[in-house]
């Protein structure tokens, strides 16, 4: 069964500020980065319970796109079988960023 996937309007910011910064850097490569993204949300569909890091005693989970370093940071309502992305974040930044975002919400 799929699952709702929610993604929140500042994660599209998110993608987008990314994928131009790729793109300057080498032409084609912000589209690269925007379809692993798209790969990860599109399996979050399917199996967000699988294959990801868990922030402790929150119901915050991330996965990794596969050539990028990047965060997918997101969280799981089972009653509900939804999704909601709330970040896409470099995966060098420190936690307190993902839990300024979420506490922002």
């Given amino acids: 069964m799929n699952w709702n996937v ?3 309007p ?5 993608l987008e500020e990314a994928g131009d910064w790729y793109e300057q850097k080498l032409e084609g490569l912000g589209a690269r980065f925007a379809d692993e993204i798209l790969v990860v949300w599109a399996d979050l569909a ?5 294959n990801c890091k868990k922030l402790p ?21 089972e009653g509900t ?13 420190h936690e307190r960023v993902i839990l300024n975002r979420i506490q922002g919400k």
């Fill in 6 to 8: 929610v993604v929140l």
């Fill in 81 to 93: 079988k939804t999704v909601v992305v709330i970040a896409l974040i470099h995966a060098a930044r």
């Fill in 10 to 14: 500042e994660v599209y910011s998110d």
């Fill in 57 to 77: 005693r929150r119901n915050i989970r991330w996965r990794y796109p596969e050539k990028f370093p990047y965060k997918i940071v997101y969280s799981v309502e």
């Fill in 46 to 50: 399917v199996q967000p319970l699988l």
